[in-house]
Structures are given as C-alpha cells and as structure tokens.
C-alpha cells in the first residue's frame, strides 16, 4: 500500500508561482510513471504532466512552456514547478502512480485574476 501525500497548494496572482509536492510513503525508484492531473468545478479531470523512471516528460497542451515536473528518488517524492499561472489553472491538483489505484487526496490551486 502507498499513500501519497501533496502539499504547496495556495492562492496566488495570475502571473505568479507555485511548486507543489506529492510524497510518497515508500520508494519511488522502481515506479515506472508518476503524474499530476487537476479538477476543475464542473469539469473533467484531465492531465496535466507526467514523469517516467528515466525522466522523460510530457505535457498537456496547455501548461507546456508554464509547469514542469521532476522526481527526486532520493526523497521519493515528485514535484510541479507552476510558473506564469493563469486563472484558468485554478483546480484541485492530484497525485497519481500510473496504472494503479494509487491517488493523492489533492490540493487546491487557486489563481486570481
């Protein structure tokens, strides 16, 4: 059982930054894809990056450019680096390991305009 923890959330300005964390209970070297995803009200959860075991990256179209991701094995925890954030960011951000059931509980980015 691995629980995922995230943390960083806030409220920021449109134009500012935030990072946000998701710690994982235990080692995170053998996973093969860890992400981020985010839920808007009344929308769909959608993706917004995810990191392999090698550290290759990708993106969804519209934070490409803004947010990236990265993974420090050591401290078993992934992070996103959201710079240049727009109001339309605002969501609950959530924490996944890739083809599993495993989820963070979220937490909320809000970006006022």
């Known amino acids: 059982q691995v629980q995922l923890v995230e943390s960083g959330g806030g409220l920021v300005q449109a134009g500012g930054s935030l990072r946000l964390s998701c710690a994982a209970s235990?080692?995170?070297?053998?996973?093969?894809?860890m992400g981020w995803y985010r839920q808007a009200p009344g929308k769909q959860r959608e993706l917004v990056a995810f990191?392999?075991?090698?550290?290759?990256?990708n993106y969804g179209g519209s934070v490409k450019g803004r947010f990236t991701i990265s993974r420090d094995n050591a401290k078993n925890t992934i992070y996103l680096q959201m710079n240049s954030l727009k109001p339309e960011d605002t969501a609950v951000y959530y924490c996944?390991?890739?083809?599993?059931?495993?989820w963070g509980q979220g937490t909320q980015v809000t970006v006022s305009s």
């Open positions: 996944r390991i890739f083809q599993s059931d495993y």
């Open positions: 235990g080692s995170i070297f053998s996973i093969p894809v």
């Open positions: 990191i392999t075991r090698d550290g290759s990256t």
